[in-house]
């Protein structure tokens, strides 16, 4: 109120003079510049790189705030950037409140506007403690009621919305973020599935060809379960040895194997684990399936398959739209269409029960209003995983020697594992808490995936602050991450020459849409034109990094790496100019949670059915077991979200 009134008699006082509006909007009377009027350009730290902020000022004001470029995930940032400079203007404060879900992106720009106001020579300090954003009151409680209430709108709450709403539900999908996405959008956009007719196109190698035979080598008794498949799997192996081909091989039954070898794990108190038989079935049957479903709602996937980090074999497809974007966009274009409800800013907090059986949902809303929604036929938990929740990391962690709280994550600042949490407290079994992914090559300030240049797993160096090699760069991510971690500060490096790096050009963009040219600036990626080149700026002994890429690319001439057992190579690093993009692991999948069924039923301690209560994506467990492939996770999502909606919708 008292904000309105000094405006008001600003306008009255302006009114009245002579020299009008003109005069008032550089020096209204009796106020003390604040500032040197004019236009400034400010930058903050976000997310994925640089946020940059125009800024105008009169005398007295900030008059607008512009985002003019940056590097945060579209969708995801969108809130932050629509709302954070029409707080500052608005209430003429840096002392606004973050959008939540956005907090690095606000803060960034916050940040933007702060530098800007120095320039200005204006006080940071005043605009930091003066009142902030209005608060926001609660409105009257909301009831809702639908066949089907959803619980997060990432990748598996959408795909299992679209399928809900297709087999004839009416759907409501709550979302605690102020926009839809959750890790599905940040993620790579990498998935995995056996699909001939894109793969006719690979040529077997002779490194695939060793990892191919290497199955034949496997006993059946000794991996329990899996036995038939891997029997399966060895009469398809003969056969294709014997036809001759030279086409890449791939089968249900190979990717199955690869899930079961790559995920089963021994943990630090001796806990052994693998992928459930049943629900590694069904996510290797299933997702062809669901990427035909997927381009029949709109979404385009490319012909180029490749091996995306920690994924064992060429199985992985990408859309023609930016990292997982494209997944996003499709499905809550398709959610809208089919007439799903989608409530933002809406966070659940509680199941609700009758005789045992998941009737609804209780939520809040930003501003504090309660929201009570009923669902008769079923609530879907898919609330995604607790990597950024590291109180719970910690908790649960078995697998890591160790898990600061401090570690940065690739995940959703929403990922703080909700779902488990609310499905526990009406009885669903949790299986593998213990094991948590970290991503090796995240960026080590900000732990986003984003802000580097390197090409398929098969072509990527990663070697250490002394210019060395660590690690079979072909291996799974809990191998690469271990290796990491054992650097100095968790640090390495991932070498590319030109053509590993993509032949980037001028101008040119990396997959996440990063700018090339600024990552080098501001040395997210280090370039040169020689290896001794980038020794030099990497602060590497001299002649360390030559000596490794030389040896390195003798491996790959002989074949063989008799350092780290790398098979599956790309070419040799050769044209300059090089590339290297320092990393560092963080948290980026948790793969226990919820237990289900390959109906996505959630299944109580004793393995029944909770009636009622599904759950799809991060938030369950048992499909990856101890390491999830890369690639298996925008699969899973899509595979077992289009399977918990299509069974909400059939229950009685
Ligand atoms: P998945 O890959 O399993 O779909 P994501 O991380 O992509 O997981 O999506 C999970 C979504 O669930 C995120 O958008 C997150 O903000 C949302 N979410 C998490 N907890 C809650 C909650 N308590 N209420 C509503 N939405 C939630």
Redesign the pocket.
């Given at each position: 109120m008292k904000r309105f009134l000094r405006t008001a008699a600003i306008a009255l006082t302006c009114a009245l003079a002579a020299l009008a509006l003109v005069a008032c909007a550089s020096q209204p009377s009796g106020e003390a510049a604040m500032f040197k009027a004019g236009t400034y350009t400010g930058v903050g730290a976000g997310k994925n790189g640089t946020v940059t902020v125009k800024t105008t000022f009169t005398a007295t004001a900030i008059k607008s705030v512009e985002v003019v470029k940056h590097g945060e995930t579209p969708g995801i940032s969108d809130p932050a950037i629509a709302r954070v400079p029409a707080s500052i203007v608005k209430n003429q404060t840096l002392a606004v409140d973050v959008v939540s879900?956005v907090s690095l992106t606000s803060k960034a720009i916050i940040d933007a506007v702060a530098d800007c106001v120095k320039q200005a020579g204006g006080s940071v300090d005043k605009l930091q403690t003066k009142a902030g954003a209005e608060k926001m009151t609660a409105g009257a409680a909301i009831e809702k009621s639908a066949d089907v209430v959803i619980?997060?709108?990432?990748?598996?709450?959408?795909?299992a919305a679209v399928s809900a709403a297709q087999s004839g539900a009416k759907v409501v999908l709550?979302?605690?973020?102020p926009?839809?996405?959750?890790?599905?959008?940040?993620?790579g956009g990498a998935y995995n599935a056996v699909d001939q007719a894109r793969q006719q196109k690979v040529k077997m190698t002779k490194p695939l060809l060793g990892d191919l035979k290497a199955f034949l080598a496997i006993d059946e008794a000794t991996v329990g379960e899996f036995g038939p498949t891997l029997k399966t799997l060895k009469g398809q192996i003969n056969a294709y040895l014997a036809s001759g081909s030279d086409t890449l091989f791939d089968s249900v039954e190979l990717h199955m194997m690869q899930a079961y070898f790559g995920g089963k794990r021994v943990d630090l108190k001796g806990n052994e684990i693998h992928s459930n038989l049943e629900l590694v079935r069904t996510l290797a049957t299933n997702s062809p399936k669901a990427m035909d479903w997927l381009e029949s709602l709109g979404l385009h996937f490319t012909d180029n398959i490749y091996t995306v980090l920690g994924a064992l074999w060429p199985r992985t497809h990408s859309t023609n739209k930016p990292v997982?974007t494209g997944f996003?966009g499709t499905l809550s274009d398709n959610a809208t269409k089919l007439g799903v409800e989608i409530m933002l800013e809406?966070?659940?907090?509680e199941l609700i029960t009758q005789k045992g059986r998941v009737v609804g949902v209780k939520?809040t809303k930003a501003d504090g209003t309660k929201v009570t929604l009923k669902a008769s036929k079923g609530v879907i938990m898919?609330?995604?995983?607790f990597g950024a929740n590291p109180a719970m990391r910690a908790k649960y962690n078995t697998y890591w020697p160790s898990m600061p709280l401090t570690m940065p994550t690739t995940?959703?600042p929403?990922?703080?594992?909700?779902?488990i949490v609310?499905g526990e407290k009406v009885g669903a079994n949790l299986v593998g808490m213990g094991f948590i992914q970290l991503m090796p090559s995240s960026h080590p300030v900000s732990g986003s995936l984003a802000g580097g240049l390197w090409g398929s797993a098969e072509s990527q160096v990663f070697v250490n602050s002394q210019g060395k090699r660590f690690v079979n760069e072909y291996a799974e991510r809990d191998v690469l991450a271990a290796g990491a971690l054992k650097q100095e500060k968790g640090l390495f490096y991932i070498i590319c020459d030109q053509v590993t790096a993509g032949n980037p050009q001028p101008g040119a963009k990396n997959g996440w849409g990063d700018d090339i040219d600024t990552l080098i600036k501001n040395h997210d990626v280090y370039k040169a034109d020689t290896l001794a080149g980038l020794e030099q700026q990497l602060k590497m002994p001299a002649g360390s990094l030559q000596a490794e890429i030389a040896k390195y690319n003798g491996y790959i001439e002989a074949g063989v790496d008799p350092e780290f057992g790398k098979r599956n190579f790309g070419p040799k690093l050769t044209q300059g100019p090089f590339y290297a993009t320092p990393r560092s692991p963080s948290v980026h999948h948790t793969m226990g949670g919820i237990a289900i069924d390959t109906q996505a039923r959630v299944l109580d301690a004793k393995g029944q059915a909770i009636p009622g209560f599904y759950a799809?994506?991060?938030?369950?467990g048992g499909i990856h077991a101890g390491n999830r492939l890369g690639g298996n996770?925008?699969a899973?999502?899509m595979v077992f979200?289009r399977i918990a909606g299509a069974s909400a919708a059939a229950a009685k």
């Open positions: 879900g619980v997060g709108g990432g990748g598996a709450g959408l795909a709550i979302e605690k973020a926009a839809l996405g959750g890790n599905t959008i940040r993620a997982g996003i809406t966070k659940a907090d939520a898919a609330t995604g995983g995940n959703a929403t990922a703080t594992g909700d779902g609310m799809a994506g991060e938030v369950t996770a925008i899973d999502i979200g």
